[in-house]
């Protein structure tokens, strides 16, 4: 991979990194924020649904961070952009859709195919 898509997808998921980190920092705010005061049960409930939705979001996004911190160490160890399983360059167009992917789309459709028939058994 040429040093120009290097960089550029290191901004990527740096930007990536930003925006999770941000959203993550509102939640807090908005968590800590204690001036919710609902005497319906029913608003209440809504609430919590709502809190319990939003903390599943940024669980996701935690996991996520950490393969864009795992994804920007293989730009350091120069294996960026190459298949863990079989070894073949990942196109561009499938980093520029998951920069964080460390398989081929090749690779990648076979490891579903076995997911899938693994939950058929």
Partial sequence: MK????DYFR???????RQLLSEAEKTIHEMTDHSDSYPDPTDRATAESDRSFELRIRDRERKLLAKIKEAIERIDQDSYGI??????????KRLEARPVTTLCITCKTKQESKEKAQQGK
Avoid at 11 to 17: G, I, V
Avoid at 83 to 90: F, L, P, Q, R, Y
């Fill in 83 to 92: 298949c863990e399983d079989c070894g073949d360059d990942i196109s561009l």
């Fill in 11 to 17: 901004r990527k998921l740096e930007e990536m990194s």
């Fill in 3 to 6: 040093q120009k898509d290097l």
